[in-house]
């Protein structure tokens, strides 16, 4: 059975702090990794991973991809408020088919 | 400005009621998709459409139906045969047919009372 597992299920930091979101997974026909920020409804896209060992940057977030180990992390530097939210994982299974994990809720304080 | 918009933001309705949940993008995506989402749960793929009058059932489609008459518009219907409807319902495009990178709506509530 195609799962994806997220930790941990809750984080809460401080600003300034460095946090690592794990996303592990077992998905047949695996096409890419997707994260997503979703902080009220709507998630907003972040990251797409296909390759393996090949980090993805956006200021202070960062992403890689570990197609041997069958996981991904994703980095955020130097939190801020702004930058609460459940943060999801999702892998595509060949063309259309996403598996979204349960989510990281992040709360950063001030 | 282009985006995706989802009405109502919240709907209730009464339990054997069929009720329908707009979905409408102007980002000219040739996919679309409709997901699920339960508290404490990662989304779930109910149905996609790569193109106009086409589309393809996804994980939990049972008690759902959809349309793609046209490119800007995948409505979503929740029969009397869904057991569980109320949730939190997303959708979502993607220029790419592949599905990557999805643009997600912001939503609509749904409760069955």
């Known amino acids: 059975e195609d799962k994806v597992v997220q930790s941990p299920l809750s984080l809460v930091v401080h600003e300034g702090d460095t946090v690592t979101l794990n996303c592990s997974y077992e998905?047949?026909?695996?096409?890419?990794l997707l994260w997503y920020k979703q902080e009220k409804k709507a998630p907003t896209f972040l990251f797409m991973l296909?390759?393996?060992?090949i980090e993805k940057k956006s200021g202070r977030l960062s992403s890689i991809l570990d197609k041997k180990e069958l996981f991904s992390i994703l980095n955020i530097t130097a939190t801020q408020t702004g930058d609460s939210a459940v943060y999801l994982c999702a892998v595509g299974r060949g063309f259309n088919k996403f598996y979204f994990g349960s989510g990281t809720k992040l709360n950063v304080k001030p | 400005d282009g985006g995706i918009t989802q009405s109502p933001k919240y709907l209730f309705r009464k339990e054997g009621q069929n009720v329908t949940l707009s979905c409408e993008q102007n980002?000219?995506?040739?996919?679309m998709y409709w997901y699920r989402q339960d508290p404490g749960q990662g989304l779930r793929l109910i149905y996609y459409s790569q193109i106009v009058n086409d589309f393809q059932k996804g994980d939990i489609a049972e008690g759902y139906s959809v349309s793609r008459e046209k490119k800007e518009s995948f409505p979503l219907t929740v029969t009397s045969a869904q057991k569980n409807p109320t949730a939190f319902y997303l959708c979502?495009?993607?220029?790419?047919?592949?599905?990557?990178?999805?643009?997600f709506g912001p939503g609509t509530r749904l409760t069955v009372l």
């Open positions: 980002l000219n995506h040739d996919a």
């Open positions: 979502a495009s993607s220029i790419r047919r592949t599905g990557d990178e999805q643009f």
């Open positions: 998905v047949t026909n695996f096409r890419s």
């Open positions: 296909t390759s393996s060992g």
